[in-house]
C-alpha cells in the first residue's frame, strides 16, 4: 500500500480521531470521538505533542503516531516519548508501523534528541515485534513505575 507520512496539523484532527478513538478502545476504554477530538486538539493547538499520520492514497488515514517531549536532565538532551502509535485493522502488516517509526526516527535525529522511549503494555506482542523488527531494545535495567492519583470527590460530597 502506498502511504504518504506527514506531521499533522490541527487542519488533521477530524480524520486523526477517528483512528485515536479506535486506538483508545483497543486499550479497554469507551468509544468517545468527541473527547478524541478535543484532546487532540488540545494537544496540537498548545504544542503539546506531535503527531505523524500516515495517509493511503485514497487519503484516508491508515495510521498516527503520537510524540511527548520530556527531557534528559543528566545528559542535558531532549527525549521523545512515543506513548501512541496505531494503524487501521483493515491494513496492518503492510509496513505502516514501520513507515511511522522511520519518520520519528529522522524525526529525532532532526531534533537533535537523545533518543525515542516507548512503553506497551506486556501483552501487546504484535506492538513489542514491531519495535523490535526496528531496532528498539527493551530497557531491562531499570524500573517503571506508577501512583495513580486519587479520585477527586465532588465538593458536595
Do not use: H
Amino acid at each position: 500500500m502506498e502511504v504518504t507520512i506527514r506531521r499533522a496539523t490541527t487542519n488533521d484532527i477530524e480524520e486523526i480521531a477517528k483512528l485515536f478513538d479506535a486506538y483508545r478502545v483497543f486499550f479497554e476504554q469507551g468509544s468517545d470521538l468527541s473527547l478524541a477530538q478535543e484532546f487532540l486538539g488540545d494537544r496540537l493547538s498548545n504544542s503539546e505533542s506531535v503527531i505523524f499520520c500516515a495517509y493511503a492514497s485514497d487519503g484516508r488515514c491508515a495510521g498516527f503516531a503520537q510524540l511527548y517531549p520530556s527531557f534528559s536532565s543528566v545528559s542535558a538532551k531532549r527525549i521523545w516519548i512515543l506513548n501512541d502509535l496505531f494503524v487501521s485493522e483493515s491494513v496492518r502488516g503492510m509496513g505502516i508501523g514501520t513507515k511511522l517509526l522511520n519518520k520519528i526516527e529522522a524525526f529525532g535525529e532532526e531534533t537533535q534528541a537523545k533518543g525515542i522511549l516507548i512503553e506497551t503494555t506486556v501483552s501487546n506482542t504484535g506492538a513489542q515485534k514491531l519495535y523490535e523488527r526496528n531496532g528498539y531494545q527493551k530497557v531491562t535495567e531499570r524500573f517503571f513505575y506508577e501512583r495513580k492519583n486519587k479520585p477527586q470527590k465532588n465538593k458536595t460530597d
